[in-house]
T-cell receptor, first 112, second 114 residues
């Protein structure tokens, strides 16, 4: 069964803290994405990747790093978290044709 | 600049009624268009994908159309149920990007009341 699994699902950290959000897909997809979702905005692209070792910068990359260690695993890193990064984060994977696109259940991050 | 605009922003209907959601976009060149359903605090679930000019799709009570010339899509929900309460998001794929950029609308919040 196709799946995108995110962890943790919920996280609270302090300003300046270090956070890693994990995403694993079992769809054999090459493309993986990290988005953030905030009230009043559509999903905004942070970073994305088309394969292990590849990283592309999205539309709102400031304050975020990412790493694609394998085809399955894509990590989002916040090394100095700020309250403006309080958000709902989604990971997604997509096949080469674009015909299949799956989202994870989301990771809610609160930075206090 | 927002490249995908959805309307209405929110909508309240009574259970059993039909409703229509609109999506206008300016993404160029456009590839495919998808409609997603998002329950509060949950992930996005794909309802349908439209690829070709004048595509029409149907998925149970959900049906959608795409007019690529007008860069416009509609999502029809017939005989709404309480469980249809959710945010519906229009997403347009960018054919010009080799890495498959996706452009998201802000969503239409649908509330179905008894």
């Amino acid at each position: 069964e196709a799946a995108v699994t995110q962890s943790p699902r919920n996280k609270v950290t302090v300003t300046g803290g270090n956070v890693t959000l994990s995403c694993r897909q079992t769809n054999s997809h090459n493309y993986m994405y990290w988005y953030r979702q905030d009230t009043g905005h559509g999903l905004r692209l942070i970073h994305y990747s088309y394969g292990a070792g590849n990283l592309q910068i999205g539309d709102v990359p400031d304050g975020y790093k990412a790493t694609r260690t394998t085809q399955e695993d894509f990590f989002l890193l916040l090394e100095l978290a700020s309250p403006s990064q309080t958000s709902l984060y989604f990971c997604a994977s997509r096949d080469n044709s674009g015909n299949t696109l799956y989202f994870g259940e989301g990771s809610r991050l609160i930075v206090v | 600049k927002t490249q995908v605009e959805q309307s209405p922003q929110s909508l309240v209907v009574r259970q059993g009624e039909n409703c229509v959601l609109q999506c206008n976009y300016s993404v160029t060149p456009d590839n495919h268009l998808r409609w997603f359903k998002q329950d509060t605090g949950k992930g996005l679930v794909s309802l349908t994908v439209l690829v070709h000019e004048n595509d029409k799709t149907s998925n149970g009570r959900y049906s959608a159309t795409l007019d690529k010339d007008a860069k416009h899509s509609t999502l029809h929900i017939t005989a709404t149920l309480l469980d249809d309460t959710a945010t519906y998001i229009c997403v347009v794929g960018d054919r010009g990007s080799a890495l498959g950029r996706l452009h998201f609308g802000a969503g239409t919040q649908l509330i179905v009341i008894p």
